[in-house]
């Protein structure tokens, strides 16, 4: 007897932040390298904050875990740091929820980032860099 199948591989790519603070994400594609998702979130070191900005899952991937495996990814060594979220849909709502059962952190929605992501954040310059990227 065999188990249930399982889904084709994903490849998860972190991608970091040139500065202090600064927009990071994790890219999701596929084995022909077909974007599967992406999670753009920030860490500050300093001030101990995470903030997930958003978190996008193609419709074929969704219930399969690769939301849950991008935010471990994102999370890494800063684990213990306080994480919050941009506002959050209903059903961020409810994947938010899973994860703070799951890790223990409070995914506050509508959190502010501190005064180093701020300075750090410029718009549309990440989702710049990952419509060039291609794994």
Do not use: K
């Not at 603070?21 to 998702?37: F, I, N, P, S, Y």
């Not at 994102?74 to 799951?102: D, H, I, N």
């Not at 718009?123 to 710049?128: A, K, T, V």
């Amino acid at each position: 007897m065999t188990g249930p199948a399982r889904p084709p591989a994903l490849h998860f790519e972190r991608l970091g932040a040139s500065t202090l603070a600064g927009l990071q994400a994790v890219v999701m594609r596929d084995g022909e390298g077909r974007a599967a998702g992406r999670l753009d979130f920030q860490i500050c070191h300093c001030c101990r904050l995470g903030y997930v900005e958003s978190i996008v899952v193609a419709a074929d991937w969704q219930g399969q875990g690769v939301g849950r495996r991008a935010v471990h990814t994102a999370l890494g060594p800063s684990m213990g740091y306080a994480w919050s979220t941009s506002r959050q849909t209903s059903e961020g709502r409810r994947f938010f929820a899973a994860m703070r059962e799951e890790t223990g952190l409070a995914f506050t929605a509508g959190g502010a980032g501190c005064p180093h992501m701020l300075a750090a954040h410029r718009p549309g310059l990440l989702r710049g860099l990952l419509t060039h990227h291609r794994a």
